[in-house]
């Protein structure tokens, strides 16, 4: 009985509460609350929308970060311990299949950015400065995508539209028709009128958003790879010439560190904020990933007074990167100083390795120019570093110069190309080239950019990634005091002719019968 009259007092409870919510869910509508059909009307809509175009691109940057640097020859996977994140082994190790999660979620993370882009470009009218500026970048971003998806994929389809139900299956693309499309979607943004030029070098403000020779290097860099060196070199040129951007002047390793955001030598960054209200919406694991793994280490002055702790040891440059800098420039280089440390150059600021403790995935270099600062942080939270304010690099104007340089020696130019590649060298503190070839730009653009998101793509067009590749994940090693030791060892490995292009993912097949694998996958 006790309990009859329990479940009563419960049923009658609910009964008046669910009564209760409808009464209050029962409120009057104010202000725009519609769909899509009610949007993209206005500039703040339109600036809403960019808004949420960055976003999604900058979302992606970590996941875009890590599959392209690790696929590439110049670090090591590291972590903590073997098997610490299998998936970035996996691509380091040429151990990955057509069902790999980074792989896949790259492929899925450039289609939502087109996405965004489509939305602008398909719903917004062309009747004000601020929308046809919010379509150009629109474009812009759409390209970029695309030129991402054609360069690593290949085949990937082409989206140039809000998809109706009916096309959600889209067959492959060719890479011929994705270059046209990218070509397009760049020469109508940059012939538009709308994306503003920075006033000077020093214009941080301007150059948060694309502008016009952002537009313009893109656009160099799609035409290079595809063999169009004279078209190419012209546009690169106009960037150049413009005189709106210029290598930073301030110490080299501080060229990814916040002292250096905006700098004017920033072509296209995701923007972060020193706001510490909203330090959590600043996060992200892209640095924490990268650091050294500082719970292996001991750290005494002065490293201790300005190095931030708490980083998890991925992205362990290799001998190979180290040995290529001495090569060009000898052991004390002012560049290579400011890249990468040998373990006896960290003993020297008070690093070592803790007594018993393995670094796997290392041989005792370590990466230099991305170190943990604490300047660098929202909060310095000595055991979590992933609320730096440091932006996320995407282009910068020493990649302009190479890709001209590179351009102009294809196309027979060799005074602009040894003029380009010099400016490069003596930001370094190097020797000036006298004569310059191909392999001169192969060199200086491994060093100058390497950890940057652009070595996988360049060893693939060059023909070369077979060849200096083929054994990457026959073995790994560790460090320890004791010196390099190769513990791990993998009997399927290396960079082979499938790998020119990635997998489309396993479920894009399984869920399209429209589209095709990639050759040998």
Same mark, same amino acid.
Request: negative net charge; charged residues 25%; proline residues 2%.
């Given at each position: 009985?006790?309990?009859?009259?329990?479940?009563?007092?419960?049923? &009658?409870?609910?009964?008046?509460?669910?009564?209760?919510?409808?009464d209050?869910?029962?409120?009057?509508?104010?202000?725009?609350?519609?769909?899509?059909?009610?949007?993209?009307?206005?500039?703040?809509?339109?600036?809403?929308?960019?808004a949420?175009?960055?976003?999604?691109?900058?979302?992606?940057?970590?996941n875009?970060?890590? /599959?392209?640097?690790?696929?590439?020859d110049?670090?090591w996977?590291?972590? &903590?311990?073997?098997g610490?994140?299998?998936?970035?082994?996996?691509l380091?190790?040429? /151990?990955?299949?057509?069902?790999?999660?980074?792989?896949?979620?790259?492929?899925?993370?450039?289609?939502?950015?087109?996405?965004?882009a489509?939305?602008?470009?398909?719903?917004?009218?062309s009747?004000?400065?601020?929308k046809?500026?919010?379509?150009?970048?629109?474009r812009f971003?759409?390209?970029?995508?695309?030129?991402?998806?054609v360069?690593?994929?290949?085949?990937?389809?082409?989206v140039d539209?809000l998809?109706?139900?009916?096309?959600y299956?889209?067959?492959?693309?060719?890479?011929?028709d994705t270059?046209?499309?990218?070509?397009?979607?760049?020469?109508?943004?940059?012939?538009?009128?709308?994306?503003p030029?920075?006033?000077? #070098?020093?214009?941080?403000e301007?150059?948060?958003?694309?502008?016009?020779?952002?537009?313009?290097?893109?656009?160099?860099?799609?035409?290079?790879?595809?063999?169009?060196?004279?078209?190419?070199?012209?546009?690169?040129?106009? #960037?150049?010439?413009?005189?709106?951007?210029?290598l930073?002047s301030?110490?080299?390793?501080?060229?990814?560190?916040?002292?250096?955001? &905006?700098?004017?030598?920033?072509?296209?960054?995701?923007?972060?904020?020193?706001? /510490?209200?909203?330090?959590?919406?600043?996060?992200?694991? /892209?640095?924490?990933m990268q650091?050294?793994?500082?719970?292996?280490?001991?750290?005494?002055?002065?490293? +201790?007074?300005?190095?931030?702790?708490?980083?998890?040891g991925?992205?362990?440059?290799?001998?190979?990167?180290y040995?290529?800098?001495?090569?060009?420039? &000898?052991?004390?280089?002012?560049?290579?100083?400011g890249?990468?440390?040998?373990?006896?150059q960290?003993?020297?600021?008070?690093?070592? #390795?803790? +007594?018993?403790a393995?670094?796997?995935?290392?041989?005792?270099?370590?990466?230099?120019?991305?170190?943990?600062l604490?300047?660098?942080?929202?909060?310095?939270?000595?055991?979590?570093?992933?609320?730096?304010?440091?932006?996320?690099?995407?282009?910068?104007?020493?990649?302009?110069?190479?890709?001209?340089?590179?351009?102009?020696?294809m196309?027979?130019?060799?005074?602009?190309a040894?003029?380009y590649?010099?400016?490069?060298?003596?930001?370094?503190?190097?020797?000036?080239?006298?004569?310059?070839?191909?392999?001169?730009?192969?060199?200086?653009?491994r060093?100058?950019?390497?950890?940057?998101s652009v070595?996988?793509?360049?060893?693939?067009?060059?023909?070369?990634?077979?060849?200096?590749?083929?054994?990457?994940?026959?073995?790994?090693p560790?460090?320890?005091?004791?010196?390099?030791?190769?513990?791990?060892?993998?009997?399927?490995?290396?960079?082979k002719?499938?790998?020119?292009?990635?997998?489309?993912?396993?479920?894009?097949?399984?869920?399209n019968?429209?589209?095709?694998?990639?050759?040998?996958?």
């Open positions: 009985m006790k309990t009859k009259y329990i479940s009563l007092l419960v049923a &009658g409870f609910l009964s008046l509460f669910n009564t209760a919510c409808e209050r869910l029962d409120i009057a509508k104010h202000g725009n609350l519609g769909g899509q059909d009610e949007f993209y009307k206005t500039d703040e809509d339109a600036s809403q929308a960019l949420s175009l960055y976003t999604s691109w900058g979302s992606n940057y970590y875009w970060f890590y /599959t392209k640097n690790l696929l590439a110049d670090v996977c590291g972590g &903590g311990s073997r610490d994140n299998s998936s970035m082994e996996q380091n190790e040429y /151990t990955f299949d057509t069902d790999h999660g980074m792989v896949q979620s790259l492929y899925s993370g450039m289609y939502g950015i087109i996405y965004k489509n939305l602008i470009i398909d719903l917004l009218d009747d004000t400065d601020a046809k500026r919010a379509i150009a970048e629109a971003f759409r390209a970029w995508s695309h030129f991402e998806l360069t690593l994929y290949g085949t990937a389809p082409i539209h998809l109706q139900p009916s096309e299956r889209l067959p492959n693309s060719t890479p011929e270059w046209i499309f990218i070509e397009k979607d760049l020469n109508d943004a940059i012939n538009s009128g709308a994306l030029s920075k006033a000077n #070098v020093n214009d941080s301007t150059g948060i958003r694309v502008t016009k020779e952002v537009a313009q290097a893109m656009l160099g860099k799609a035409y290079l790879f595809q063999g169009k060196y004279g078209e190419a070199a012209a546009i690169l040129d106009k #960037v150049i010439e413009s005189g709106k951007y210029a930073y301030g110490e080299y390793d501080m060229l990814l560190h916040v002292a250096a955001n &905006g700098c004017s030598e920033s072509m296209l960054e995701v923007q972060k904020r020193n706001d /510490t209200e909203q330090a959590w919406n600043q996060m992200t694991m /892209t640095f924490i650091g050294w793994r500082t719970d292996k280490l001991t750290m005494g002055a002065p490293a +201790s007074t300005y190095i931030a702790t708490g980083t998890y991925f992205m362990n440059p290799r001998a190979s990167l040995n290529a800098f001495v090569e060009e420039e &000898g052991a004390d280089g002012y560049r290579l100083k890249t990468m440390r040998t373990s006896q960290m003993k020297e600021i008070g690093v070592s #390795v803790q +007594s018993g393995y670094m796997v995935g290392h041989e005792g270099y370590f990466m230099w120019k991305n170190r943990a604490k300047e660098d942080c929202v909060y310095d939270a000595s055991f979590f570093q992933a609320l730096q304010y440091i932006n996320l690099r995407v282009m910068r104007y020493a990649e302009v110069l190479l890709l001209a340089a590179e351009a102009h020696v196309g027979g130019s060799m005074d602009k040894l003029k590649i010099n400016e490069v060298r003596t930001r370094a503190r190097l020797q000036s080239l006298s004569s310059v070839t191909l392999d001169d730009v192969k060199k200086e653009k060093l100058e950019l390497c950890l940057e070595r996988y793509q360049d060893l693939v067009r060059w023909g070369d990634a077979e060849t200096i590749m083929k054994d990457q994940g026959k073995e790994i560790t460090f320890s005091n004791s010196g390099v030791e190769f513990q791990f060892k993998n009997s399927t490995y290396g960079f002719t499938k790998h020119k292009l990635l997998p489309i993912p396993r479920k894009e097949i399984e869920l019968p429209n589209m095709v694998q990639n050759e040998n996958w």
